[in-house]
């Protein structure tokens, strides 16, 4: 059975069961005789449709995992007010608990239904070219990788791919969560259920509909929602617990009213009272109501947390370390000098671009766009192999050859006292070598920006109450300072020259004084995301390693959908906090009015089950978070795939 068909299953139980309390009341209450022969086959109603679901719920559950289920209470407390001769209050009872139940089912499936949403984004049909060069309409979930698809105007989408022919304005706002659409043209990456806005475009599919990014993410949320944060499991080991002990103080209860002076039947009603008033389902549902709420808003605005214990930890970060390039840069660099030590640019260029064209870092890029831009062709570059941190090495034509930063220079033997080179690395930009054996070749500089999002989403983290944050990157000094400077950073937080290990060095460091999150693009910095109390990955849309490497994702490359996560993270906590706090101050009031008042069993139960229903719907007013709203990305540098101008 789906939960859409025991949503409606539940909600016709519910329906009987108000029409059965209808039934008793009319029978009880109305004047003339003719009222009154419909009380008790309303009371059999409200009894047999609301008590039997649930008492069937409660006996599986004690049955298969050896639990008494809260359920089990209630049905306890109505068939112990049928037998003192309150059945009414009994059916009271079990219409609001019914009530209350489905109200719950259908708040939460509005949290649950994220992924019902993600998938409606996706396409049913694909225009796909044949071998012949004609096009035919073919259904989405036969596309495999290779083949090519026709992307009209206004047309979604169907798989993950790349752009073999045609330029036009694609809406990510689906995926990323940014408003402006972005510029697509030959080699730029597509997702699926992304909307191309204009022009024509030829796509390869990269990745088959069941392996693109909108079933990543289906199967990223699906998993989240599923697994339990901390205070969850905390919340349902302390329910199960509970529930023992509000049964066996039932019992106490009953025992110590009749030997008070109270009949039996009086004592029967006021533990039967007790019962209901001091179960705990309101501080149950609490927790998971505000989760689950939390997780399927930040999904809709392109960050994906793996389980509420990654929304939990985040809201307890107070200290953040970011990757410079790529993460707090635009990861667009352009080469700003280049030397060549023999005189022949052209050939030095052309070699560095086939060596670095094995590479997918963003200063390789830099290099392969500068070659384009000089119309050269990129030397026949074999055998490569990546140095993390350091560089790349291969072998071409005339014999092996590297490039690299200082590091790979000297683990290569090669001298870098050359006057040109010296003044290279005088400079604020970052400088890449090449080098066969010991033998420098020349160098050139490339220089990165800041993010345009990435100077106030820091200041909105501070403004948070994040009370460090730091800088880390295996650039020089003067590089990190600059970059660093823009974005308000203190030189002590800025960290530079650093290898992979040192990094995870540093955060191991830095979670000795606080709880840390390192954020980084989720492929060079796998070891410092895995070691740091959360690993961030940014603009992991389509990145495979992104999405595995780190707790929580941020789709877009937005700096400021962190800010946005951290603040929702801090504000989830917050409204679990309200919910306990109320669910456990409301628990102790019908307590205590159980037990040294006259509390009629009917007000006990509005108090229990409203309180319920109210602690779900505060929990579900993180649906409506602003971080689920489409933001336009902040001005400053343009990203890869620059906006289309308005």
């Known amino acids: 059975m789906t939960k859409s068909s025991s949503i409606d299953l539940s909600m016709a139980l519910s329906l009987a069961t108000v029409l059965g309390l209808a039934m008793a009341a009319a029978g009880r209450w109305l004047p003339g005789e003719a009222w009154a022969p419909i009380e008790l086959p309303g009371l059999v109603l409200a009894y047999l449709a609301g008590g039997l679901p649930t008492g069937w ?95 009209r105007p206004g047309a979604r989408v169907p798989s993950d791919g790349v752009v073999v022919t045609g330029r036009g304005g694609i809406d990510e706002a689906n995926i990323t969560g940014e408003s402006m659409p972005v510029s697509k043209e030959a080699g730029a990456q597509v997702f699926e259920a992304t909307i191309n806005l204009d022009g024509v475009l030829d796509v390869e599919v990269t990745r088959s509909v069941s392996d693109s990014t909108i079933a990543r993410m289906i199967r990223l949320v699906t998993e989240a929602q599923a697994a339990r944060a901390p205070s969850e499991r905390f919340s349902e080991w302390f329910g199960q617990r509970y529930t023992v002990a509000v049964m066996a103080g039932a019992m106490l209860a009953f025992a110590a009213f009749y030997f008070l002076g109270h009949d039996w039947e009086q004592a029967l009603y006021r533990a039967a009272t007790l019962l209901v008033a001091a179960s705990p389902c309101a501080i149950v549902i609490s927790v998971p109501a505000a989760i689950l709420s939390a997780l399927s808003a930040a999904a809709r605005g392109g960050v994906l947390f793996k389980g509420g214990g990654a929304l939990e930890t985040l809201a307890e970060v107070d200290i953040f370390a970011f990757d410079k390039t790529g993460t707090l840069t635009t990861g667009r660099a352009a080469v700003t000098r280049l030397v060549a030590l023999d005189g022949d640019q052209a050939g030095f260029l052309s070699l560095l671009s086939g060596l670095e064209a094995h590479s997918e870092h963003h200063i390789a890029a830099a290099i392969h766009r500068e070659a384009l831009a000089r119309d050269l ?270």
Do not use: C
């Open 57 to 151: 719920r409660a006996l599986s559950t004690l049955w298969r995992e050896r639990v008494l289920d809260i359920d089990l209470l209630m049905i306890a407390a109505a068939i112990a007010a049928a037998i003192v001769g309150a059945p009414f209050e009994g059916a009271v009872l079990l219409t609001l608990f019914s009530i209350s139940t489905t109200l719950e089912e259908r708040a939460l499936g509005r949290a649950r239904r994220a992924i019902e949403a993600l998938m409606a984004l996706r396409p049913e049909t694909a225009l796909r070219k044949t071998a012949n060069g004609t096009v035919e309409e073919v259904p989405a979930e036969v596309l495999a990788v290779g083949d090519v698809v026709v992307l």
């Open 377 to 646: 062709q990129p030397v026949a570059v074999t055998d490569v192999n990546a140095r993390p941190g350091i560089g790349i090495e291969g072998r071409d034509a005339s014999g092996p050859v590297w490039a690299g930063n200082p590091y790979l220079a000297q683990a290569m033997g090669a001298p870098l006292d050359h006057p040109a080179l010296q003044s290279l690395a005088e400079g604020a930009d970052t400088v890449v070598y090449l080098g066969r054996g010991a033998q420098v070749l020349g160098a050139v500089t490339v220089a990165d920006a800041p993010r345009g999002s990435s100077a106030p989403a820091l200041a909105a983290l501070r403004k948070g109450g994040v009370r460090r944050i730091v800088m880390m990157t295996g650039d020089r000094r003067p590089v990190a300072l600059r970059i660093g400077t823009q974005l308000g950073l203190a030189p002590d937080e800025i960290h530079a020259e650093m290898l992979p290990e040192d990094k995870v060095r540093a955060v191991g460091a830095l979670t000795d004084s606080g709880k840390v999150a390192f954020v980084g693009d989720g492929v060079n910095d796998a070891a410092a995301l895995a070691r740091a109390d959360i690993g961030i990955a940014m603009g992991a849309a389509g990145s495979e390693v992104a999405l595995q490497a780190a707790d929580v994702a941020l789709l877009s490359e937005d700096m400021e959908r962190l800010a946005d996560a951290q603040r929702l993270s801090r504000r989830t906590s917050r409204v679990i906090r309200q919910n306990l706090t109320f669910a456990i101050g409301a628990m102790v009031v019908l307590v205590i009015g159980g037990l040294f008042f006259d509390l009629p069993l009917p007000l006990v139960v509005i108090g229990h089950e409203g309180g319920t229903v109210l602690v779900v719907l505060n929990g579900l007013r993180l649906l409506s978070d602003p971080i689920r709203r489409p933001k336009a990305p902040a001005g400053g540098q343009a990203l890869p795939g620059a906006a289309l101008p308005a």
